[in-house]
T-cell receptor, first 113, second 115 residues
């Protein structure tokens, strides 16, 4: 079953902040975040492994609460280049996942000047 | 040097035809994947190979047949194309298939349109 992302879409002005959430019904080993710009391939942003860590990548950071099976992506002081569709991809804990990632439905982020 | 390259970038074909998409990676990765992205942008895994061995085979019609001649190449052949096969097909690779080591590098995608 695919993880659920919220919100489905966000519209921001440059400099504003946003949070994108990803929630799974299954116990997770890891959560990945990817960004896809229109007409391009998804690009890896970061991976969070179970252990409840928080990671950062420029002004984009993320957290992973493995007990709640949730992850959040934080975008601060947004730039025009942040526009795109953000996907979380989850890897289930237990058993053998063979590297399988199940992606959420995506969150469309639009940053205006 | 493109890390994951797929050809062709665009395919337009008639229903019932057979088509192939090729993928090559020069990252030295052990694992390669095919993902399908539909018109609603939903990204769904189809197949995965680890060092030429099929390890993930999702519920995909058997008209779709992957083939990995070596760990740097993964091809996708589709028989008897249907309208519903229209989508963007992404090839991806990762260092390996172990937990946490499956960070994906995607190819640019192959947009298939079935008329």
């Amino acid at each position: 079953q695919q993880p659920v992302q919220s919100p489905q879409a966000v519209i921001l002005r440059e400099g504003e902040d946003a949070v994108i959430n990803c929630s799974s019904s299954k116990a997770l080993y890891s959560v990945h975040w990817y960004r896809q710009k229109h007409g391009e391939a998804p690009v890896f942003l970061m991976i969070l492994l179970k252990g409840g860590e928080q990671k950062g990548h420029e002004k984009i950071s993320a957290s992973f609460n493995e007990k709640k099976q949730q992850s959040s992506l934080y975008l601060t002081a947004s730039q025009l280049s942040y526009s795109g569709t953000y996907f979380c991809g989850t890897e289930n804990a237990g058993g053998t996942s063979y590297g399988k990632l199940t992606f959420g439905q995506g969150t469309i982020l639009t940053v205006h000047p | 040097d493109t890390a994951v390259s797929q050809t062709p970038k665009y395919l337009v074909t008639q229903m019932g035809n057979d088509k192939s998409i090729k993928c090559e990676q020069n990252l030295g990765h052990d694992t390669m994947y095919w993902y399908k992205q539909d018109s609603k942008k939903f990204l769904k895994i189809m197949f995965s190979y680890n060092n030429k061995e099929l390890i993930i085979n999702e519920t995909v019609p058997n008209r779709f047949s992957p083939k990995s001649p070596d760990k740097a190449h993964l091809n996708l052949h589709i028989n008897s194309l249907e309208l519903g096969d229209s989508a963007v097909y992404f090839c991806a690779s990762s260092r390996d298939s172990l937990p946490g080591a499956n960070v994906l590098t995607f190819g640019a995608g192959s947009r298939l349109t079935v008329l």
